[in-house]
């Protein structure tokens, strides 16, 4: 079994600033790709930012020169900094892993259960 378990949401004011973390945990052999996707009311899920196990990131536009996202392989976590918060930024944020699983070939994904981000206007 993997577990994502990610912490660090919350309330915050327009401006302001959350890091969100997400640590995996169980049979995990390896870790490629760690990302954040985030998903508002009556909207789709949307990925937020990603990176590699080699630290390449990619982010989404609307979040580009706001969020920064980083890991530590030894920890096998994956941190969101999160800065000039905006109110349309207020969503649940999902953490995503994309691995191999100890024993096991192929790459599984796993997804942690959330963690709610609201930022007041």
């Known amino acids: 079994q993997v577990q994502l378990v990610e912490s660090g949401g919350g309330l915050v004011q327009a401006g302001g600033s959350l890091k969100l973390s997400c640590a995996a945990s169980?049979?995990?052999?390896?870790?490629?790709?760690m990302g954040w996707y985030r998903q508002a009311p009556g909207k789709q899920r949307e990925l937020v930012a990603v990176i590699t196990s080699a630290g390449r990131t990619n982010v989404a536009d609307s979040v580009k020169g706001r969020f920064t996202i980083s890991r530590d392989n030894a920890k096998n976590t994956v941190y969101l900094q999160m800065t000039s918060l905006k109110p349309e930024d207020t969503a649940v944020y999902y953490c995503?892993?994309?691995?191999?699983?100890?024993?096991?070939?192929?790459?599984?994904?796993?997804w942690g259960q959330g963690t709610q981000v609201t930022v007041s206007s």
């Open positions: 995503n892993a994309h691995l191999v699983r100890l024993l096991m070939s192929g790459t599984t994904e796993a």
């Open positions: 169980g049979s995990i052999f390896k870790i490629n790709a």
